[in-house]
């Protein structure tokens, strides 16, 4: 296990920087409730400077020394972070279960992935530079035209906890491939390994400016990114209230977003499955990294002429899963992220008991476990299509139940949702998957 979360500050034009006000906000572990180290806490009065640093470098020597470089240059430079990564694969590893409640397993995984991305857009900004100034057939000789591929120029990317670091990877790697410079601002409920990758950036020499790393509280250090008249783009994953904030935000001065948001997405499971791989698959689908997974099929369609077996071994696997400390050797589920999402989804489980669902199986704390936010990896039957708990994303390892008689009952229930990010259908039949995967979210 990490002995000691390192001591950072904000990561602002290259260098480490106290915030402004010296605020600071406690890292709790999940797993035992304990604090175990400190961030530094971003106000909007950073995040200026963060801004600032962020331009300069976009404009410094009129764009020769970033934006205008050439693809292969920044390419250096993402994999030499990718390199770094895979080095410190392990601490990093241990920082984010640490941080996050994930198994050390998943967030070991993670690592590779968070590699692989900065390799794939170093791979990306390589393979730019041949398509750059590509010709474009006019019908009149007297004119020439060409495509020149810009950067857009300062953007800012606010991520979420479920996956501290290669949600980072997705947004900043694609931004910096493209000559784009950034202010990153991670979650505040993890954002240990974000401060790593600060330092991981420092140690290649990565031009100063070009990344600029703020922690904190949503409300001060990302607040205000979308509403800054010198962030050309916000790019945001997480909840659908904060991301209707931001839309609001930015169109007040006309720049563009990108938006991952919530997610209530359905898994469909027909009669001709092999019934023992199906369940697995429906397990995965709903409790990996312990269900907090914006694409989570947490809405479970069964046909009726499979429903009681289906459901039966999907109880019985579901019972198997190894619940503890993200460190102990086997762990498949470990703790939620903190207080609030714990109670939050207790509370979720104890509505859909109130408007007459069955729980299966879990919800409620191990017996085992005394300390930290752990919620048992929870079914719930017994529902229909008004109930909160079928209609609004829940965010933790809690999977709910209908059946259906006919694939157009099925597609109907499926699509019946205010959420449209994923979904998934299971069935031996090549010709009704498809079929089905077209029409639904």
């Known amino acids: 296990m990490a002995s000691k979360v390192p001591v950072r500050q904000l990561f602002i034009n290259g260098e480490w920087r106290a915030p402004l006000r010296e605020k600071r906000l406690p890292v709790i572990n999940p797993a035992t409730e304990e604090t175990i180290g400190e961030i530094p806490a971003a106000t909007a009065e950073d995040v200026e400077v963060a801004v600032k640093a962020a331009r300069v470098a976009f404009t410094r020597n009129r764009g020769k020394d970033w934006p205008r ?3 292969a240059f920044r390419a250096k430079y993402l994999r030499a972070i990718a390199s770094k990564v895979i080095e410190r694969k392990s601490e990093l590893a241990e920082l984010e279960a640490l941080d996050s409640g994930k198994p050390l397993d998943e967030t070991s995984w993670d690592m590779d992935d968070v590699a692989g991305c900065f390799e794939f857009y170093a ?31 300062v953007v800012g990317l606010i991520t979420p906890w479920n996956y501290p670091l290669l949600m980072a990877a997705w947004k900043v790697a694609p931004a910096l491939a493209a000559g784009c410079t950034a202010i990153l601002k991670p979650s505040e409920l993890a954002s240990l390994t974000c401060l790593e990758l600060a330092s991981i950036c420092k140690e ?8 600029n790393i703020v922690t904190g509280l949503g409300p001060e250090a990302g607040a205000p990114l ?31 977003v990108s938006l991952e948001l919530g997610g209530k997405s359905p898994i469909l499971v027909f009669e001709d499955v092999d019934i023992e791989k199906a369940a697995e698959w429906a397990m995965f689908g709903c409790f990996w990294t312990n269900g907090q997974i914006c694409s989570a099929t947490s ?11 289906f459901i039966g071994k999907l109880v019985n696997w579901t019972k198997s899963i190894q619940i503890s400390d993200p460190f102990e050797k086997g762990c498949r589920l470990g703790p939620v992220v903190s207080e609030s999402q714990y109670k939050k989804i207790l509370n979720c489980i104890s509505l859909a008991k109130e408007e007459g669902a069955t729980i299966l199986c879990g919800g409620q704390r191990p017996k085992h476990l005394k300390k930290g936010y752990f919620i048992e990896p929870t079914i719930v039957g017994n529902v229909n299509p008004s109930m909160q708990i079928w209609r609004e994303e829940v965010f933790g390892p809690v999977l709910s139940v209908m059946t259906f008689k006919t694939e157009e009952e099925a597609i109907d229930l499926a699509n019946d949702s205010h959420y449209a990010l994923a979904g ?9 998957r498809n079929r089905v995967s077209e029409v639904i979210p």
Do not use: C, W, Y
């Open 69 to 71: 470089t050439s693809g």
């Open 123 to 153: 791979d990306l900004a390589d393979a730019l530079d041949g398509e750059q100034h590509a010709s474009v057939s006019l019908p009149m000789e007297t004119f020439k035209s060409h495509v020149l591929k810009e950067p857009l120029g």
């Open 204 to 211: 290649i020499g990565l031009p100063p400016g070009v990344l």
């Open 226 to 256: 979308p509403s800054h008249p010198d962030v050309d783009k916000v790019a945001f994953t997480g909840s659908t209230v904060t991301g209707r904030a931001i839309m609001t935000a930015a169109a007040q001065v006309i720049k563009p």
């Open 299 to 309: 809405r479970l369609l069964v046909q009726e002429s499979i429903a009681d077996e």
């Open 424 to 432: 998934a259908v299971l069935s031996n039949d090549a010709d009704l």
